[in-house]
T-cell receptor, first 113, second 114 residues
Framework: AQSVSQHNHHVILSEAASLELGCNYSYGGTVNLFWYVQYPGQHLQLLLKYFSGDPLVKGIKGFEAEFIKSKFSFNLRKPSVQWSDTAEYFCAVRGGNTGKLIFGQGTTLQVKP | NAGVMQNPRHLVRRRGQEARLRCSPMKGHSHVYWYRQLPEEGLKFMVYLQKENIIDESGMPKERFSAEFPKEGPSILRIQQVVRGDSAAYFC????????????FGSGTRLTVV
């Protein structure tokens, strides 16, 4: 069965600090990978996605993620966070032709001004 | 171009009542997914539907929960005889027929069972 694991449950950073959120998945076949962000009280918004090609994916708001197939990882990064990045971040995987997304448990990011 | 519309935003039900959650997908999207988010947890897949068909209901509880996506009208997630443990945020997402992975999420329905 597919599963997604996000290593950090709660991250606290100061503004301008660099961010890396870990995501590992388990699935033996071809996968599509996603990062979503959920701001307080709002719905999930897509930050970026990987289907194929360049394993370094750039998304919105300065976020990027790198797909490392050998490590089954898709870590999210941002060089310099802002207070407005305070939110919950979810990694998700879709395996094969299942259609459905499987989510990690989420990481709460708190950025201190 | 309206996004995924869910209603109601908030729903309060007493134990034993029925809850009906509605989801209207984005225009042109024929695939609908329902997820449940419990406090301090991620989103758990419940069911995947296409028009008039349930494709995958592996995440649906065996009892009291049902979902449909009729030819006309919104998708409905129905919870019969609600219990306190059903209190959660229920999110709907939709995607187009092509395999573009373009999932769009609605704002969710927050169900509170009292």
């Amino acid at each position: 069965a597919q599963s997604v694991s996000q290593h950090n449950h709660h991250v606290i950073l100061s503004e301008a600090a660099s961010l890396e959120l870990g995501c590992n998945y388990s699935y033996g076949g071809t996968v599509n990978l996603f990062w979503y962000v959920q701001y307080p009280g709002q719905h999930l918004q897509l930050l970026l996605k990987y289907f194929s090609g360049d394993p370094l994916v750039k998304g919105i708001k300065g976020f990027e993620a790198e797909f490392i197939k050998s490590k089954f990882s898709f870590n999210l990064r941002k060089p310099s966070v802002q207070w407005s990045d305070t939110a919950e971040y979810f990694c998700a995987v879709r395996g094969g032709n299942t259609g459905k997304l499987i989510f990690g448990q989420g990481t709460t990011l708190q950025v201190k001004p | 171009n309206a996004g995924v519309m869910q209603n109601p935003r908030h729903l309060v039900r007493r134990r034993g009542q029925e809850a009906r959650l509605r989801c209207s997908p984005m225009k042109g999207h024929s695939h609908v997914y329902w997820y449940r988010q419990l406090p301090e947890e991620g989103l758990k897949f419940m069911v995947y539907l296409q028009k008039e068909n349930i494709i995958d209901e592996s995440g649906m509880p065996k009892e009291r929960f049902s979902a449909e996506f009729p030819k006309e009208g919104p998708s409905i997630l129905r919870i019969q005889q609600v219990v306190r443990g059903d209190s959660a945020a229920y999110f709907c997402a939709s995607s187009p027929p092509s395999d573009g992975g373009g999932y769009t999420f609605g704002s969710g329905t927050r169900l509170t069972v009292v």
